[in-house]
């Protein structure tokens, strides 16, 4: 992994793909206990067909760096952090690629930076006061201190509770269980990454996008919305209320995908982006 140094955080990242691809480059956005391995099969996909992929894992509780002393891990600090991140690397004409919290992210990213952003896709994620959805309202008020974090994470070593719906069983169509238990080790592990999520969920328990997305007509650059509709959290309903508000929006339903569509059905996501980013580069 590579590194960039931000002034709120170190961010490892990969690439896939080449540097000097004709397309524009593709930056991914995860959510909450989860890392940039969620984009795997897409990113490969699309780094056959030609496109640059950059796969950060954000400071959202599966890093292993944790984030400096003090760093701003409000949504909208992690959103300029995705800005600097783009400036660091030189990244302009971007599609951003955003899933459940890390949809949310983009959103604010499109608000308050918009200017290297060239295009914008969400899959399943948050949305309006859907900021998280229930159950997930439940189980973030559980992790706003260190210690209930690692209380509760214990627990989590538990597979079937790992991949209940109180875990990635409503996320997901088919966890994989050494894929889900390396997403909680760090946090686990380090006490100092439990005070990063700790900090970052009681900062989500204030945030409502309810706002941001009353400007969301001003983004008149692409947006596809690719979204499962075996998705009990996000429903469609919800991507379609999204959709409406932007000037040049397009929906894909994903037959039966849940919140994880880039690992229920990569293809589709694959299909989409390379699409936007073909049309557009």
Same mark, same amino acid.
């Not at 990244?91 to 918009?114: K, R, Y």
């Not at 509709?229 to 999204?242: E, H, I, K, S, V």
């Given at each position: 992994?590579?590194?960039?140094?931000?002034?709120?955080?170190?961010?490892?990242?990969?690439?896939?793909?080449?540097?000097?691809?004709?397309?524009?480059? $593709?930056?991914?956005?995860?959510?909450?206990? $989860?890392?940039?391995?969620?984009?795997? @099969?897409?990113?490969? %996909?699309?780094?056959? !067909?030609?496109? @640059?992929?950059?796969?950060?894992?954000?400071? /959202? %509780?599966?890093?292993?760096?944790?984030?400096?002393?003090?760093?701003?891990?409000?949504?909208?600090?992690?959103?300029?952090?995705?800005?600097?991140?783009?400036? +660091?690397?030189? /990244?302009?004409?971007?599609?951003?690629?955003?899933?459940?919290?890390?949809?949310?992210?983009?959103?604010?990213? *499109?608000? +308050?930076?918009?200017? @290297?952003?060239?295009?914008?896709?969400?899959?399943?994620?948050?949305?309006?006061?859907?900021?998280?959805?229930?159950?997930?309202? $439940?189980?973030?008020?559980?992790?706003?201190?260190?210690?209930?974090? !690692?209380?509760?994470?214990?627990?989590?070593?538990?597979?079937? /509770? @790992?991949?209940?719906?109180?875990?990635?069983?409503? /996320?997901? %169509?088919?966890?994989?269980?050494?894929?889900?238990?390396?997403?909680?080790?760090?946090?686990?592990?380090?006490?100092?990454?439990?005070?990063?999520?700790? #900090?970052?969920?009681?900062? $989500?328990?204030? #945030?409502?996008?309810?706002?941001?997305?009353?400007?969301?007509?001003? &983004?008149? !650059?692409?947006? #596809?919305?690719?979204? %499962?509709t075996g998705d009990r959290c996000f429903t469609p309903a919800l991507a379609r209320r999204l959709a409406a508000l932007f000037a040049n929006s397009t929906m894909i339903e994903v037959p039966g995908a849940k919140? &994880?569509?880039?690992?229920?059905?990569?293809?589709?996501? *694959?299909?989409?982006?390379?699409?936007?980013?073909?049309?557009?580069?």
């Amino acid at each position: 992994m590579a590194q960039v140094t931000l002034e709120q955080a170190t961010i490892e990242y990969r690439e896939v793909g080449p540097r000097d691809s004709l397309h524009p480059p $593709v930056l991914f956005v995860h959510g909450i206990l $989860v890392d940039e391995r969620l984009w795997d @099969r897409v990113a490969e %996909g699309l780094a056959r !067909k030609g496109f @640059r992929c950059i796969l950060p894992t954000w400071p /959202l %509780g599966s890093h292993l760096i944790p984030a400096n002393d003090g760093a701003d891990l409000s949504p909208a600090g992690i959103a300029t952090m995705i800005d600097e991140f783009m400036a +660091a690397l030189d /990244l302009t004409e971007v599609t951003l690629v955003g899933n459940d919290t890390g949809g949310g992210l983009c959103q604010l990213v *499109i608000d +308050a930076h918009p200017d @290297r952003v060239g295009r914008l896709l969400l899959t399943n994620c948050d949305a309006f006061d859907s900021f998280p959805p229930f159950p997930f309202t $439940v189980v973030f008020a559980l992790l706003r201190g260190p210690m209930s974090i !690692k209380a509760l994470l214990t627990t989590m070593r538990w597979t079937p /509770l @790992r991949h209940s719906p109180l875990g990635y069983g409503l /996320l997901v %169509g088919d966890p994989d269980p050494a894929l889900t238990a390396s997403w909680l080790e760090p946090c686990a592990k380090d006490k100092r990454i439990r005070r990063d999520l700790a #900090t970052l969920l009681r900062h $989500v328990a204030e #945030t409502d996008l309810t706002d941001v997305s009353t400007r969301f007509p001003r &983004f008149i !650059k692409p947006v #596809t919305l690719v979204w %499962g509709t075996g998705d009990r959290c996000f429903t469609p309903a919800l991507a379609r209320r999204l959709a409406a508000l932007f000037a040049n929006s397009t929906m894909i339903e994903v037959p039966g995908a849940k919140t &994880f569509v880039a690992l229920d059905n990569p293809s589709m996501v *694959i299909d989409a982006i390379a699409t936007v980013g073909a049309h557009s580069g």
